[in-house]
Nanobody, 117 residues
Framework: QVTFVESGGGFVQTGGSLRLTCVAT???????????IGWYRQVPGKQRELVAS???????NYADFVRGRFFISRDSAKNTCYLEMNSLKPEDTAVYYC????????WGQGTQVTVSS
């Protein structure tokens, strides 16, 4: 199992930007580098949703509600994944998490993003 530590969240105004970082701890061998990594978000009372993902070969996918505004990248040598968020909207307010897709890893603590109107 791989544990992720997310950081970079904060409080921004509408239209602002943030860059989130998640680092995989205790990731041995190719546990991180071989996996597709996803950024997810959750608002209290709602289901967690996938925001973006990046495969081990760098293929990216985005949810429609962030496409063109958010950009996911990774540095497998550092077991790190990034989410650059631009043109933020109040509806982007959520706790953001990252995790390997299709693996039963535990969720980390996430990082809170708050966008004011």
């Amino acid at each position: 199992q791989v544990t992720f530590v997310e950081s970079g969240g904060g409080f921004v105004q509408t239209g602002g930007s943030l860059r989130l970082t998640c680092v995989a701890t205790e990731a041995t061998g190719g546990a991180f580098s071989a996996a597709t990594i996803g950024w997810y978000r959750q608002v209290p009372g709602k289901q967690r949703e996938l925001v973006a993902s990046i495969s081990n070969s760098g293929i990216t996918n985005y949810a429609d509600f962030v496409r063109g505004r958010f950009f996911i990248s990774r540095d497998s040598a550092k077991n790190t994944c990034y989410l650059e968020m631009n043109s933020l909207k109040p509806e982007d307010t959520a706790v953001y998490y990252c995790k390997r897709k299709l693996f039963l890893d535990s969720w980390g603590q996430g990082t809170q993003v708050t966008v004011s109107s």
